[in-house]
């Protein structure tokens, strides 16, 4: 156990190594960014995909979804186990060929193969630079760190999306992604080695404040007891809040894996160039990170539910517009709305499930929550291509997304408590 006298909770006491991690998301959202517009928009010119293959196309989302999704319910146990650190730095080592791969990959099944490695990285990294915050703050700044952590994450990917069309206008496809990406990932390694702190003693001191609280100690040593399983099975068929906030966390992914897969095809069907395309979705990822800085503190204030239904269903109606107009500046304030909505989602969604989580389990809670919530990718991804590949219709996967995210919202404010626990 954790000693309270050497170490302390807060994120004004922890600033440093809360900045490093923040740094670590950052890199870690640079890292996926760069596949959200070259690939999906050179996929037919660089990589041999054949035209319209929508399916193949969003076959490279549907196995980083599924990887991810793996990865997220097995990296919390394995922190609580190995320490946040190791399971960090093991993340980014298996991510170090990607950009090898990228540079020389033959066909579309060896940037599949990159996707699964990228999936490990994302979900063994993002996972432990979250938890890695989330313990050294107090319980009541779960919020706030939530919104900096996404903030910090979806700029990064806004950012990336956009430099990489930038680099690859210059360098060309493979050797642009290349250059970034070996720069990105070496530097996220080098950094987890040299300025990252073990956090596990934090929690330890969260479990500890949380016994001091509960006079209850029956009731501790059998929420202490649960096995992983055990967790798996209450948050995914016996919580009612924690349901709606799996199912919520699943269904907003169809919005981004819409906003990766078809918004760069799209927009290039519709004449943009590259870089045209690449700014219009950048603004999605820009606004989604920095409205975070609000939404997640604000969620601390006024509580979870009603940030995220209503952003689920600005999401839903930002998507359902895009096909309905014609012009850059309207793309671009829809693209800002969707990541408005995002942003009222996407912190609060953990934070809630954080709610309903006892210190020692919080990371297993949120490992379930992250499991579904990037299983929304596969399941998103592989519905999209499919019907658009059946239909040779573009547009129906745009009608999909909004009509999912809106009933989505609903199924939020039925079965979420109004006020956090």
Known sequence: ??????????????ISQISMQLVQIFLVGLTIGMTRI???????????LANQSFFLLASFVVVFGFIKAIMNLLAGKFSETYGRKNVLILGWI???PIPFILLYAPNWNW???????????????????????????????????????????????GIAGLATAYVV?????????????????????????FTIKETLPWAQLHQLESHQENQDSNKIVKEENKSFAQLFKYSTLQSKPL???????????????????????????????????????????IVWGACQLVT??????????????WGMWFCGIGVMLVPLTTTVIYWSLESALIGVGMAMVYPNLGAAVGDYAQPKERA??????????????????????LMAQMTADLLLPFWFVGVAMLLSGVWVQLWLPNKNN
């Open 1 to 14: 156990m954790a000693n309270s006298n050497t170490i302390s909770l807060g994120i004004k006491t922890n």
């Open 38 to 48: 070259v690939i999906p928009g050179l996929a037919e010119s660089e990589f041999g």
């Open 94 to 96: 298996i991510a170090l």
């Open 111 to 157: 940037i599949i193969g990159a996707t699964v490695l990228l999936g490990f990285n994302q979900g063994l990294c993002w996972s432990m630079a979250l938890n890695s915050k989330l313990d050294l703050a107090k319980t009541n700044q779960k919020g706030l760190i939530n919104g900096l952590n996404e903030f910090s994450g979806y700029a990064a990917v």
């Open 169 to 193: 206008s210059l360098f060309g496809a493979r050797e642009g992604l290349f250059y970034f990406s070996l720069i990105v990932i070496s530097s996220g390694l080098i950094l987890a080695l």
């Open 243 to 285: 349901i709606a906030l799996n199912q919520a966390g699943l269904v907003e992914k169809f919005t981004d894996a819409i906003v990766w897969i078809f918004f760069p095809i799209y927009f290039i069907a519709q004449g943009l160039e590259l870089i045209e395309a690449g700014a219009i979705i950048a603004i999605y990822g």
């Open 296 to 309: 997640g503190p604000l969620s601390d204030k006024i509580g979870r539910r009603g940030l995220i239904v």
């Open 364 to 385: 297993s809670l949120i490992g379930v929550y992250r499991f579904w919530r990037d299983m929304g990718y596969a399941i998103g991804a592989l519905a999209m291509g």
